[in-house]
């Protein structure tokens, strides 16, 4: 991490300079590593129609956290994701199963899932205190350790992508067509699904709940505003996505707010810009 602290010193930041805020220098990375993941993924929940699931999965999340704190994990991320993976698999079989809306479903099991993760979090009178970083999240508590574990993260996503994304495509855009090619739509659906499912649990400590949905959702929606083909749509949703995330963690700095929060308005400013001026990309 050295060469990262002395490459920042050569900017005009208080924060930026030799030996001083280290915190901010991990979470200028974290959000480098981060960004590229959310939005590689957001352009399919974009294209998808998956906006209100992607919000499920969070809820998801926090409940698989409830129930590793009822077991007494010390670090319940493990179980989180467990039952994160057993959540998006279970919403993606009784949507192929059911001939319910796909929006009643969702809203069935995101329901159930935050109401079942609160009474578990206050059984027996306990404090619903201690989970409230998991809804509000602190990036700038990220460790160097976990840095890495991000960039982990960022190569295996990347690989995903470039295996199955024409694949993905083709299912998210016309089903009945990927189906007559032999693509079994449900089983994408399901790898898709717990990909996001897995990159929800283990960055919501760090994003928080209540606004990880928009770190997916918002920069793909901007970037669809404006994107003319394929290629636009997924560098537009990348920039925006890395300009929100830096810029938003730099401001948060200056004027004291919540990073997720700050990051989050500033995409949704970029979200309405591009709204207002989307006519003249037509």
């Not at 998808?48 to 704190?69: C, E, P, Y």
């Not at 994990?73 to 001939?99: E, M, N, T």
């Not at 306990?126 to 160097?144: A, E, H, M, Q, R």
């Amino acid at each position: 991490m050295s060469w990262w602290y002395d490459f920042l010193s050569i900017f005009p930041f208080e924060w930026a300079k030799q030996g001083q805020m280290i915190f901010m220098k991990n979470a200028l990375l974290a959000i480098i590593l981060l960004t590229p993941i959310f939005a590689l993924l957001g352009t399919m929940i974009v294209n998808n129609r998956m906006a209100f699931f992607s919000d499920a999965l969070g809820h998801g999340a926090f409940t698989g956290v409830a129930i590793g704190g009822l077991m007494g994990f010390v670090q319940p991320l493990g179980s989180a994701i467990v039952f994160s993976l057993v959540f998006a698999f279970l919403i993606a079989l009784i949507k192929y199963r059911s001939k319910m809306a796909s929006d009643t479903v969702i809203g069935v099991f995101s329901s159930t899932a935050i109401a079942l993760g609160i009474f578990l979090a206050t059984l027996g009178g306990k404090s619903f205190t201690k989970l409230n970083t998991y809804l509000v999240g602190d990036i700038l508590s990220i460790t160097p350790t976990e840095i890495g574990f991000l960039f982990l993260v960022l190569a295996v996503v990347l690989l995903f992508w470039l295996l199955i994304f024409n694949k993905l495509l083709l299912v998210s855009v016309n089903p009945s067509l990927a189906g007559s090619r032999g693509i079994h739509t449900f089983w994408y659906e399901v790898i898709f699904s717990c990909a996001v499912a897995v990159i929800v649990t283990v960055s919501m400590s760090w994003i928080g709940l209540l606004v990880i949905n928009s770190f997916l959702v918002l920069p793909a929606a901007a970037a669809r505003n404006i994107a003319r083909n394929q290629r636009q749509y997924h560098l537009l949703t990348l920039l925006f996505s890395l300009f929100s995330g830096i810029s938003g963690l730099v401001l948060s700095y200056s004027i004291e707010t919540a990073t997720g929060s700050t990051i989050v308005m500033i995409s949704a400013l970029i979200f309405f810009i591009t709204f207002s001026v989307r006519k003249k990309f037509a």
